[in-house]
């Protein structure tokens, strides 16, 4: 089916431009003003913000191992809700994607039960265990997007020169989840004020910004692409900020919850959907965060969509898993607390939300081009509505965002021409 969709605001290159965009046969065919078609649904965007399908770099869909939390096909569903059309899985599945004919075989499921593309990383070690690295070349040769052990960092430097040495001969970026186990003193939120307060057990933040220092080094020495993955504290962005100057390859992500949220908001009944890894830092690192979205050192954000049980959420602060679903509050979350409040431009939001980590991970999206992809995303930036658990695709509930009212929800998101998702109309 072809679609034209009719007054947006739509973000092309960098600058808006009122008018209609004409989806046929997959692709961007057209777009101007009074645009017209035949045999094309039309739909009348009334001013509504049209912006290339969004990419998410880090998610977790849980499948295969734990359907429980997710599948292929929630999570997607659930991306197409947020507005992404290009999301790339995280390997910590079960069986591990760790060689090429487990990466194809994720490849051919995702493509088969997917609703938006979904790029597959392979693990930086077999079975994401400590030990041997994974053939580079033949999980790149399979098509995986990255590496990455994510959920767990790279204990032994060892391992990690050698997995850089391997990548930089691959052609491949390394995600790394940075967290120096050593240093952690079984915490399960970050040490300070607020532990205190609340009795639970702190973990330095030097358990992320120890094993940074180390990884830049290294990366810079075997001349690799690293991905710093969530980074939290004002002194990763440091460390990144010199680490840049010095011509490292380094690019950085940050989550929506380490832009907004920081220790302080832990409620005192210890609600656990404000437990992740890594943990809220202080209001100094988010506010850090934000500066450092804006003026470019941090390149993108990745939702970290980290779906879980409700049962497995009800085990307290420190039974509970790590982790928070993102996809589907990820836009509208940052538009209400960044945007509105003129801390972010609505450009950089858009930028590091679509090219940006089509740029970093050399994807083919990112960008609404004529005779391109139609991969959109349309949000409606007009109305207010309140997060609501049972409204989620994904079969994760936990989310902080629930009960807080937000701008800027996805319309409707269209994959390759095909309407993927589309708000229903509310009573
Ligand atoms: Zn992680």
Same mark, same amino acid.
């Given at each position: ?133 994974? =053939?580079? /070349?033949?999980? +790149? $040769? @399979? %098509? &995986? ?10 204990? !032994?430097? #060892? ?55 180390? =990884?830049? /080094?290294?990366? +810079? $020495? @075997? %001349? &690799? ?10 002194? !990763?962005? #440091? ?55 804006? =003026? ?5 954000? @990745? ?71 139609? =991969? ?5 930036? @007009? ?45």
């Amino acid at each position: 089916m072809d679609y034209l969709l009719k007054n947006g605001h739509i973000y092309v290159n960098g600058e808006f431009f009122d008018g209609d965009i004409l989806l046929q046969n997959g692709r961007i065919s057209a777009l101007g003003v009074d645009l017209s078609a035949d045999n094309a649904t039309v739909l009348d965007l009334q001013g509504k913000l049209v912006t290339p399908g969004l990419v998410d770099l880090h998610v977790h869909f849980r499948d295969p191992g734990q359907t429980a939390k997710e599948t292929i096909a929630t999570g997607s569903r659930a991306a197409a809700r947020g507005g992404f059309t290009t999301v790339a899985a995280m390997p910590n599945v079960e069986p591990v994607p760790d060689n090429a004919a487990r990466i194809k075989h994720m490849l051919d499921r995702n493509a088969q039960e997917a609703v938006v593309h979904v790029k597959q990383y392979s693990s930086i070690t077999i079975n994401r265990a400590a030990g041997d690295c994974v =053939d580079f /070349a033949a999980v +790149k $040769a @399979a %098509g &995986a997007v990255a590496v990455s052990n994510d959920g767990n960092g790279i204990q !032994s430097a #060892k391992t990690m020169w050698e997995a850089l040495l391997g990548c930089k001969a691959a052609g491949l970026p390394l995600a790394e989840h940075i967290e120096e186990d050593s240093l952690k003193y079984g915490g399960v939120m970050t040490a300070g004020k607020r532990a205190q307060e609340l009795g639970l057990p702190g973990a330095p933040t030097v358990v992320e910004t120890s094993q940074l220092g180390r =990884d830049l /080094a290294l990366a +810079k $020495a @075997a %001349g &690799a692409h690293y991905h710093a993955c969530h980074i939290s504290t004002a002194d !990763s962005i #440091k460390m990144v900020r010199a680490a840049k100057a010095d011509g490292v390859q380094v690019t950085a992500e940050a989550t929506p919850h380490h832009l907004l949220l920081a220790d302080s908001d832990i409620p005192d009944n210890q609600d656990t959907n404000f437990k992740m890894n890594p943990p809220l830092r202080s209001a100094a690192d988010r506010d850090a965060l934000v500066r450092a979205l804006a =003026d470019g050192t941090i390149d993108i954000v @990745a939702t970290d969509h980290a779906p879980h049980t409700a049962d497995e959420k009800a085990a307290g602060f420190c039974g509970a898993p790590n982790g928070i679903t993102g996809s589907e509050t990820c836009f509208a979350a940052l538009y209400t607390d960044l945007v509105l409040t003129g801390k972010l431009p609505l450009t950089r939001l858009l930028d590091v939300l679509t090219s940006a980590p089509a740029r970093i991970f050399e994807l083919d999206c990112g960008h609404i081009l004529p005779g391109g992809a139609a =991969d959109i995303a349309v949000f409606d930036l @007009a109305h207010a509505e309140t997060v609501c658990a049972a409204d989620f695709a994904s079969k994760g509930k936990n989310s902080p965002w629930v009960g807080r009212e937000l701008r800027g929800n996805c319309y409707c998101t269209f994959v390759d021409g095909k309407l993927v998702y589309k708000q229903e109309e509310k009573a």
